[in-house]
């Protein structure tokens, strides 16, 4: 018979350590925090809010894991580990928190800056048409 390898899945899996985002209508939500116990199937107490117990349905989990967190870990705790495994850097160099930034700076906008990037838009979507037409006559 030939050998079976077992490969464990890349899926984030809730566990203690795993840095989670905030949502839902709370005072914490859209904020990162991590997962300090589990209570059962559908929350967890996060730190370093006090007291927080999340709902996973309000969690979104991110894909970082702050490893080797003792399970209860008090919010000095926490924070030593998070600032060791450097998270915050993390954070700011992933997709998602550059994706959730431009979203947060495109709601600002006012209307002139609206119309702004729609001018800004155009006229680079006019100097795309230019030069396709350029490589087209070209060939």
Known sequence: MGDATIVASNWRLVEVGRVILLQGNGPYAGRLATIVEIIDHKRTKSSPFPDKLS???????APFVIEKLPRAARTGTVKKFWEEAQIDAKWKESSWAKRKEQNERRRALTDFDRFKVMRLKKQRRFEQRKALVKVKASA
């Open 55 to 61: 709902p996973l349905a309000d969690a979104l989990l």
